[in-house]
């Protein structure tokens, strides 16, 4: 059975880089065919998908958040994380983990394992 773990602080100024980890446990993130994905959900609005890493470490952003959006593996940890950098009160959502045989998707059914989420707030 995967389990996805998010982690980090709850609480970011605008302006600052916030920072999350997922850990990984009862599989690789290096096994093929996985895409290993951050979803988040902002209060009141849908899932958006923000990005994934692949087994092979490829990466992928959407094209929205592309510009201020990186991830990124520590594959020795099982780890994979997110680094939103400039954000700003609109950023504050709900943030997720997932992991699917594809990425791109805002579908919560398109991802056979999910973190339990973790909240995020912008504010100063």
């Known amino acids: 059975q995967v389990q996805l773990q998010e982690s980090g602080p709850g609480l970011v100024k605008p302006s600052q880089t916030l920072s999350l980890t997922c850990t990984v446990s009862?599989?690789?993130?290096?096994?093929?065919?996985?895409?290993w994905n951050w979803i988040r959900q902002p209060p009141g609005e849908g899932l958006e998908w923000m990005g994934a890493?692949?087994?092979?470490?490829?990466?992928y952003y959407s094209p929205s958040l592309k510009s201020h959006t990186s991830i990124s593996r520590d594959t020795s940890k099982n780890q994979f994380s997110l680094q939103l950098s400039s954000v700003t009160p609109e950023d504050t959502a709900v943030y997720y983990c997932?992991?699917?045989?594809?990425?791109?998707?805002?579908?919560?059914?398109?991802?056979?394992?999910w973190g339990q989420g973790t909240q995020v707030t912008v504010s100063s």
């Open positions: 997932a992991r699917g045989r594809f990425y791109g998707s805002s579908r919560r059914r398109d991802y056979n394992y």
């Open positions: 009862g599989g690789s993130i290096t096994t093929s065919y996985y895409y």
């Open positions: 890493i692949a087994y092979d470490g490829s990466t």
